[in-house]
């Protein structure tokens, strides 16, 4: 899933810090440094990073490497992470760190016995580092066994400065407010909302927010977990708040029917590309990537965000993602694998990936003046002084057969009610109905 995506800085601030040369996208050795812990040892590294951020996170790896002499690769998995772990255990070469996207494939590896727990020092630093809630959800059945690095903030609403200004609207503090400020942009000619529909991950998103926001921290919960049916009121509620907007086809680009047809990078350019269509686009702060690396703009100039605002008097909702690293009991390198998850708990590391940017970190201890720049230092804080309140993606914590596969489950049914939302009760029981059979499965 594209959950997540920017620019490449040079290696000037690695050579700073570590006398270092090499900066590519290669594994790296230091050489001649026989007093380095890990010197002539190999870490493989798998994950489901490509393109950009393959390239940046090499760049964590390399600093690894100068740092303790070890050889650091990393493996693309594509977003079949799940299936290229569970074959590479199976054939006896498993990976020795694995960087897993999603609360629920970390919770199955652990139940399949593939995960060895997080050392005492990683632990302790994750409790010094980071919000209780991080910990809580790398772990399962009371050991802790995921590391959060990078942390992705699906609660930014992304629109043209020039769009907002030419209507005469501010960004809106509450859920009315922007559907209110969003007519006003239609009425000025051009759509308020860029709905990235064909990807049925961006409106669950919109979904979790609202609901997040209108029915509180306990009850997102309580059905992440499913201990409350998708029949529940308050899901139906939620529904019939996002379907104000999904019914309303002057405030979508195009309508539903464009909508569905539209990709989220596709929902991106209708904002910040050359012909823009709206005014608004709704997704992660990895839309300023998008905006900045294809279209050229600079951020907090020619695209900015406001916070997701609260709903019917909620408070306003954080939402996140992240990809959390885990050990594999069957790694070949265990020392080096407990090494590298040491170096990635410390604000150390965070550093050369927030220096080259397309990145956030849920780490406190991270100075904001590693981000480069102040939209992303303002995205960066945020999350962190959101502290417990953070509530992690909810299709990312379900089962994939419910929240994470193409064509089916909440995908799917979510699409479907972008296409017809006049009956959201009709639609939470669907929701129910896949629900009970994935979670049951």
């Known amino acids: 899933m594209m959950r997540r995506r920017t620019t490449l800085a040079s290696c000037t601030a690695l050579a700073l810090a570590f006398g270092a040369t090499a900066c590519g996208g290669g594994p790296v050795t230091a050489a001649g440094d026989g007093d380095k812990p890990l010197n002539g040892q190999t870490l493989t590294v798998a994950g489901v990073w490509s393109g950009t951020e393959q390239k940046n996170f090499q760049k964590v790896l390399d600093a690894f490497a100068e740092k303790t002499g070890a050889k650091a690769q990393f493996v693309s998995t594509g977003d079949n992470v799940s299936t290229v772990v569970g074959s590479k255990i199976e054939g006896g070469d498993a990976f020795d760190v694995v960087m897993v996207p999603q609360v629920g494939v970390l919770q199955q590896f652990a139940e399949q016995g593939w995960l060895k727990p997080l050392s005492k020092k990683t632990e302790q630093a994750v409790d010094a580092n980071y919000a209780s809630v991080w910990k809580d959800y790398g772990s399962v059945d009371g050991s802790l066994y995921g590391l959060y690095f990078k942390a992705a903030h699906k609660s930014t609403v992304w629109y043209s400065p020039d769009a907002l200004d030419q209507a005469g609207v501010k960004a809106p503090k509450t859920y009315d407010?922007?559907?209110?400020?969003?007519?006003?942009?239609?009425?000025?000619?051009?759509?308020?909302?860029?709905?990235?529909?064909?990807?049925?991950?961006?409106?669950?998103?919109?979904?979790?927010?609202?609901?997040?926001?209108?029915?509180?921290?306990?009850?997102?919960?309580?059905?992440?977990?499913?201990?409350?049916?998708?029949?529940?009121?308050?899901?139906?509620?939620?529904?019939?708040?996002?379907?104000?907007?999904?019914?309303?086809?002057?405030?979508i680009a195009g309508g539903q029917k464009e909508a569905l047809n539209t990709d989220f990078p596709g929902s991106v350019e209708k904002v910040f590309g050359p012909e823009p269509k709206?005014?608004?686009?709704?997704?992660?702060?990895?839309?300023?990537?998008?905006?900045k690396d294809q279209f050229g703009k600079k951020i907090g100039q020619d695209a900015d965000f406001f916070p997701f605002p609260s709903v019917d008097g909620g408070e306003a909702p954080v939402v996140s993602g992240g990809d959390a690293a885990v050990a594999l009991k069957d790694g070949k390198n265990q020392?080096?694998?407990?090494?590298?998850?040491?170096?990635?708990?410390?604000?150390?590391?965070?550093?050369?990936?927030?220096?080259?940017?397309?990145?956030?970190?849920?780490?406190?201890?991270?100075?904001?003046?590693?981000?480069g720049d102040d939209v992303t230092?303002?995205?960066?804080?945020?999350?962190?002084?959101?502290?417990?309140?953070?509530?992690?993606?909810?299709?990312?914590?379900?089962?994939?057969?419910?929240?994470?596969?193409?064509?089916?489950?909440?995908?799917?049914?979510?699409?479907?009610?972008?296409?017809?939302?006049?009956?959201?009760?009709?639609?939470?029981g669907r929701l129910e109905g896949a629900a009970a059979k994935a979670y049951e499965d």
């Open 278 to 291: 709206a005014g608004m686009v709704y997704e992660g702060d990895f839309v300023a990537g998008v905006a």
């Open 177 to 251: 407010e922007m559907l209110k400020a969003g007519q006003t942009v239609s009425d000025s000619g051009l759509a308020a909302f860029s709905v990235a529909g064909q990807d049925g991950w961006t409106l669950t998103d919109w979904f979790e927010n609202i609901y997040l926001s209108q029915a509180g921290p306990e009850k997102y919960d309580q059905l992440a977990a499913h201990e409350i049916k998708w029949t529940d009121p308050t899901v139906v509620k939620a529904l019939t708040t996002l379907g104000k907007l999904f019914k309303d086809k002057e405030l």
């Open 335 to 371: 020392k080096a694998a407990t090494a590298f998850l040491d170096y990635l708990a410390s604000p150390e590391a965070a550093a050369v990936w927030a220096e080259a940017g397309g990145f956030l970190s849920p780490n406190k201890k991270l100075d904001l003046a590693s981000y």
């Open 377 to 428: 230092r303002e995205t960066a804080k945020s999350l962190v002084d959101a502290g417990d309140s953070v509530r992690f993606d909810m299709s990312d914590q379900a089962p994939a057969a419910f929240g994470g596969t193409k064509g089916t489950g909440e995908w799917k049914l979510l699409q479907d009610f972008l296409r017809d939302p006049s009956d959201p009760k009709a639609t939470a």
